[in-house]
Antibody, heavy 119, light 108 residues
Framework: QVQLQQSGPGLVKPSQTLSLSCAIS??????????WNWIRQSPSRGLEWLGR?????????DYAFSVKSRLLITPDTSKNQFSLQLMSVTPDDTAVYYC?????????WGRGSLVTVSS | SYGLTQPPSVSEAPGETARITCGGN??????VHWYQQKPGQAPVLVIS???DRPSGIPERFSGSNSGDTATLTISRVEAGDEADYYC???????????FGGGTKLTVL
């Protein structure tokens, strides 16, 4: 059974960087054709896909248009985890952030991390 | 970008059949996935690829997809089915993972 364990601070100041990690057990980050995603949820935006990373002969990362200029998703094969860094945050980035596994259907989800952007 | 439209709320009495729709342009040509989310919990995949049930999902949950509408059907609704339900597609023309706005199912 795949399990995703999220970690990171729950409070970030405006203009700073929001950082979260997602540790994987029961699967390998480098599994061919498997995508590892970050999704967030807020009352104003609903469920919003942010980006993904996957290995297909090389590492590939895709980002949502809305955050592309501020988002970095990085794989760490030594720790079997992947991370999210969202830069220059504003209160509008306050949300529950989820890491998930899946290419089309998202079968496995982390428990979610509430991140509040506030001074 | 591709848009998905869901009714904000659906209500049904216990034992009845609840139908939650998800509208999108030619959605019948895409694969639709459905998630159930209870308060304070992560979404759970209940239907994948229009009509497949992941392991552990009751047979009462079924799905269909044709034309401009996909439908999640919950037969013999129970109090434990009360939750928010989201449809989702994979779209190659915009962000690959697109969610509907969600439908709150209330069991009367």
């Amino acid at each position: 059974q795949v399990q995703l364990q999220q970690s990171g601070p729950g409070l970030v100041k405006p203009s700073q960087t929001l950082s979260l990690s997602c540790a994987i057990s029961g699967d390998s980050l480098s599994s061919d054709g498997v995508a590892w995603n970050w999704i967030r949820q807020s009352p104003s935006r609903g469920l919003e896909w942010l980006g993904r990373t996957y290995y297909k002969s090389k590492w590939v990362t895709d980002y949502a248009f809305s955050v592309k200029s501020r988002l970095l998703i990085t794989p760490d094969t030594s720790k079997n985890q992947f991370s999210l860094q969202l830069m220059s945050v504003t209160p509008d980035d306050t949300a529950v952030y989820y890491c998930t596994r899946g290419w089309e259907a998202l079968l496995f989800w982390g428990r979610g991390s509430l991140v509040t952007v506030s001074s | 970008s591709y848009g998905l439209t869901q009714p904000p709320s659906v209500s049904e009495a216990p034992g009845e059949t609840a139908r939650i729709t998800c509208g999108g342009n030619n959605i019948g040509r895409k694969s639709v996935h459905w998630y159930q989310q209870k308060p304070g919990q992560a979404p759970v995949l209940v239907i994948s690829y229009d009509r497949d049930r992941p392991s552990g999902i009751p047979e009462r949950f079924s799905g269909s997809n044709s034309g401009d509408t996909a439908t999640l059907t919950i037969s013999r609704v129970e109090a434990g089915d009360e939750a928010d339900y989201y449809c989702q597609v994979w779209d190659t023309s915009s962000n690959p993972v697109v969610f509907g706005g969600g439908t709150k199912l209330t069991v009367l």
